[in-house]
């Protein structure tokens, strides 16, 4: 009896010995959900903290483009559908010149046409009511790699988890920060003035400069890391979010590990420039399994010019036991490591690749 209980001892410690080197060496297994989440589990957070915000009822301002409807009580031939035009104004019948209502809240408008109303003798006692019927004036692009990429509309103070939210959260490959550039509809926002427009240049002088139209000048962008978006709890992280914002989420890279590990996948990169070494990839994959043949792991590497596809050995025991250097990965590299019952490896990377490409679980540092 002691001796088999020797023995199941003796397996369990040969089992995990891969750990120790990990150890002595500070790169500690991602044992546990406090390590690492799934995209799934972000988008869960996500959604739930977008849910839980308690929002006040605000009076979005008219914009351009917006179609209200007026109505005017015991007047009839005044109610009509109008859109707010380019220029923010919007014409009635029997009152002269036009009306500006962009910017104004419909109560405001409301107001304002009683008042003209009166001046212009069309109605004694007038009771106007305006409400919007489409609004076009507060869009917010979401892009990059979120699930959904759109153009939402503001009608209420929003925030950016109710933004990435409504987008459907974040796509796998989505990096680890959010930008916020902010458009000319924010009013917390001091936009730079115009310059000056430039003198007329001769027809056979060169163009000076390029690219953005510098009357219409990009307002202050906003970096928000998801870690302090999701995890510190501090609030602001979440920004407002107004009409003419642009919400980007950029891309990351991805390393793959596949093949005799605990946990294989797709780990996502901080940012797509980022590198991670092999050993701390197999110590964030729980490791290799007791079948595993470490020495004759290899990485997948495909050139991003040609399409090539080249195998470089990666044998992790010698790099654990210092006889080779740990080797840096690059996004979209895939670390195949194979089992015993493999008879060349070679034969296994196709199959792996395409496991890769279409059923891997992907994980994420939170």
Same mark, same amino acid.
């Given at each position: 009896?002691?001796?088999?209980?020797?023995?199941?001892?003796?397996?369990?410690?040969?089992?995990?010995?891969?750990?120790?080197?990990?150890?002595?060496?500070?790169?500690?297994?991602?044992?546990?959900?406090?390590?690492?989440?799934?995209?799934? =589990?972000?988008?869960?957070?996500?959604?739930?903290?977008?849910?839980?915000?308690?929002? @006040?009822?605000?009076?979005?301002?008219?914009?351009?483009?917006?179609?209200?409807?007026?109505?005017?009580?015991?007047?009839?031939?005044?109610?009509?559908?109008? @859109?707010?035009?380019?220029?923010?104004?919007?014409?009635?019948?029997?009152?002269?010149?036009?009306?500006?209502?962009?910017?104004?809240?419909?109560?405001?408008?409301?107001?304002?046409?009683?008042?003209?109303?009166?001046?212009?003798?069309?109605?004694?006692?007038? =009771?106007?009511?305006?409400?919007?019927?489409?609004?076009?004036? =507060?869009?917010?692009?979401?892009?990059?790699?979120?699930?959904?990429?759109?153009?939402?509309?503001?009608?209420?103070?929003?925030?950016?988890?109710?933004?990435?939210?409504?987008?459907?959260?974040?796509?796998?490959?989505?990096?680890?920060?959010?930008?916020?550039?902010?458009?000319?509809?924010?009013?917390?926002?001091?936009?730079?003035?115009?310059?000056?427009?430039?003198?007329?240049?001769?027809?056979?002088?060169a163009p000076k400069g390029?690219?953005?139209?510098?009357?219409?000048?990009?307002?202050?962008?906003?970096?928000? @890391?998801?870690?302090?978006?999701?995890?510190?709890?501090?609030?602001?992280?979440?920004?407002?979010?107004?009409?003419?914002?642009?919400?980007?989420?950029?891309?990351?890279?991805?390393?793959?590990?596949?093949?005799?590990?605990?946990?294989?996948?797709?780990?996502?990169?901080?940012? @797509?420039?980022?590198?991670?070494?092999v050993l701390k990839i197999?110590?964030?994959?729980?490791?290799?399994?007791?079948?595993?043949?470490?020495?004759?792991?290899?990485?997948?590497? =495909?050139?991003?010019?040609?399409?090539?596809?080249?195998?470089?050995?990666?044998?992790?025991?010698?790099?654990?036991?210092?006889?080779?250097?740990?080797?840096?990965?690059?996004?979209?590299?895939?670390?195949?490591?194979?089992?015993?019952?493999?008879?060349?490896?070679?034969?296994?990377?196709?199959?792996?690749a395409l496991i890769a490409?279409?059923?891997?679980?992907?994980?994420?540092?939170?």
């Open positions: 009896m002691i001796g088999a209980v020797r023995r199941v001892l003796d397996w369990s410690i040969a089992k995990h010995f891969w750990i120790l080197p990990l150890l002595l060496w500070g790169i500690q297994p991602a044992y546990g959900q406090d390590k690492l989440e799934t995209p799934k =589990q972000t988008n869960d957070k996500i959604f739930h903290l977008a849910e839980s915000r308690d929002t @006040r009822p605000v009076e979005t301002p008219i914009g351009a483009g917006d179609v209200i409807h007026i109505d005017v009580f015991d007047v009839p031939e005044l109610a009509r559908d109008v @859109r707010v035009g380019d220029t923010g104004d919007i014409s009635l019948p029997l009152i002269p010149g036009r009306i500006h209502a962009a910017g104004m809240t419909t109560f405001e408008l409301e107001a304002k046409i009683e008042n003209l109303l009166v001046e212009n003798g069309l109605v004694t006692h007038p =009771q106007v009511s305006v409400f919007i019927k489409e609004q076009l004036s =507060q869009p917010v692009s979401v892009v990059g790699a979120v699930a959904r990429p759109m153009v939402l509309q503001i009608l209420r103070p929003t925030t950016l988890l109710e933004v990435l939210a409504a987008a459907g959260g974040l796509a796998d490959d989505a990096g680890a920060v959010v930008l916020v550039t902010h458009g000319s509809l924010n009013p917390e926002i001091q936009m730079p003035s115009a310059p000056a427009k430039p003198e007329p240049q001769p027809q056979d002088a390029g690219g953005q139209d510098p009357l219409t000048p990009a307002g202050p962008t906003e970096s928000v @890391r998801l870690k302090d978006l999701l995890v510190s709890g501090d609030p602001t992280f979440n920004i407002p979010v107004y009409g003419g914002d642009v919400v980007s989420v950029p891309r990351s890279g991805i390393v793959y590990v596949i093949g005799a590990v605990n946990a294989p996948g797709g780990y996502v990169l901080e940012t @797509r420039g980022d590198k991670i070494s197999v110590a964030m994959a729980h490791g290799w399994v007791g079948s595993a043949k470490p020495n004759d792991a290899v990485i997948v590497r =495909q050139d991003s010019k040609t399409g090539a596809k080249e195998e470089i050995p990666a044998p992790l025991k010698k790099m654990l036991q210092r006889k080779t250097d740990d080797m840096p990965l690059q996004a979209g590299d895939m670390l195949y490591v194979p089992d015993s019952t493999a008879k060349r490896v070679a034969a296994k990377v196709g199959e792996a490409g279409t059923g891997a679980v992907f994980y994420r540092l939170p």
